[in-house]
């Protein structure tokens, strides 16, 4: 199998939780895919950890592949476990935070 500059087998079958490993008091992430139109990217955050209030200018899907997770967007608070998605619109405050460990894939499409 040809594999890609993000070390993913192109046209094969790939386990996104095991794409990242969780580490002590941080965020990791793993960019698999970089377009013009989009990216997708695979995080791990430990306990407590989180992304702070930010805004981005196209929607943004998250979908948690394992843990749980605090998602505000817009003044409310969602929380989202294993298997579940949520898409935080374009230009809505959102912020994240781990409940427990997490991971999550991150679909940003710009088109």
Do not use: C, W
Not at 27 to 48: C, M, N, P, Y
Not at 58 to 84: C, P
């Amino acid at each position: 199998m040809e594999n890609d500059k993000k070390g993913v087998a192109a046209a094969s079958p790939a386990n996104l939780a095991e794409l990242v490993a969780y580490q002590e008091g941080s965020v990791v992430s793993r960019e698999i895919i970089r377009q013009k139109t989009g990216t997708l990217t695979v995080f791990a955050f430990d306990a407590g950890q989180g992304l702070s209030e930010h805004t981005a200018p196209f929607d943004a899907t998250v979908l948690i592949l394992d843990g749980e997770a605090e998602i505000h967007i817009d003044g409310a608070t969602h929380k989202a476990r294993q298997g579940e998605m949520i898409i935080m619109p374009a230009g809505k405050p959102h912020a994240l935070t781990a409940v427990e460990r997490f991971k999550m894939l991150l679909i940003m499409i710009k088109s």
